[in-house]
């Protein structure tokens, strides 16, 4: 258990729909990632906060947005649901400012289906 | 631009045989982390072990080894005396100093160990 926790762990809905997708860091850690992971892209960073502001910013599409709020935790919303945005979307943590010498510390994911 | 590239697709081995993973990647930067990845079955991402650019010193934990050649741009991964409870998806990472904290994965080599 990496102490990151995400909910919910399967989500179906339809297409055009939204979600949100949560994620609690690990106590004491700063930063949180978000990565989407597909069959066709592999795993994909999304988007990075550190604590309560956006850091850095990957392949993320309009549709998709997130924020850190005060006590840390992080939501991905994801909007206009198409079907390529089935995957498997992790949340990661990390204690410090996102540098790269910190590790990175996973999710168990949240799977996306859209139908 | 950066990359990380896992050759084998997929690996079959034996209970007991050693099998060894190969990352390959590219960087423009001088200072930048490695990263391995287990993805179990499961299918949440553990964290095996970090190196950085300027340590080149190969690590064994246990029956796990990491052998580091920045000359070759090489981060190859080695189970000695495999375990069915191996099997499992393995992803090298990179992160460089210019992109923060952002990991770009390869995309993974399935490890299948049959008893």
């Known amino acids: 258990d990496s102490g990151v926790t995400q909910t919910p762990k399967h989500l179906i809905t339809a297409t055009g729909q939204r979600v949100t997708l949560r994620c609690s860091p690990r106590?004491?850690?700063?930063?949180v990632y978000w990565y989407q992971q597909s069959l066709d892209q592999g795993l994909q960073f999304l988007i990075q906060?550190?604590?309560?502001?956006?850091?850095a910013k990957g392949n993320i599409l309009e549709r998709f947005s997130a924020q850190q709020f005060p006590d840390l935790h992080s939501e991905l919303n994801l909007s206009s649901l198409e079907l390529g945005d089935s995957a498997l979307y992790f949340c990661?943590?990390?204690?410090?400012?996102?540098?790269?010498?910190?590790?990175?510390?996973f999710g168990p994911g949240t799977r996306l289906t859209v139908l | 631009a950066q990359k990380v590239t896992q050759a084998q697709t997929e690996i079959s081995v034996v209970e007991k045989e050693d099998v060894t993973l190969d990352c390959v990647y590219e960087t423009r930067d001088t200072t930048y982390y490695l990263f391995w990845y287990k993805q179990p079955p499961s299918g949440e991402l553990v964290f095996l072990i970090r190196r950085n650019s300027f340590d080149e010193q190969n690590e064994i934990s246990g029956r796990y080894s990491w052998n580091f050649q920045k000359s070759t741009s090489s981060f190859n991964f080695t189970i000695t005396a495999s375990q069915v409870v191996d099997s499992a998806v393995y992803f090298c990472a990179l992160s460089e100093a210019w992109e923060g904290g952002k990991l770009i994965f390869g995309q993974g080599t399935e490890l299948s160990v049959k008893p």
């Open positions: 906060y550190y604590n309560g502001e956006e850091r």
């Open positions: 990661a943590s990390s204690i410090r400012t996102g540098g790269i010498a910190d590790t990175q510390y």
């Open positions: 106590s004491g850690d700063l930063s």
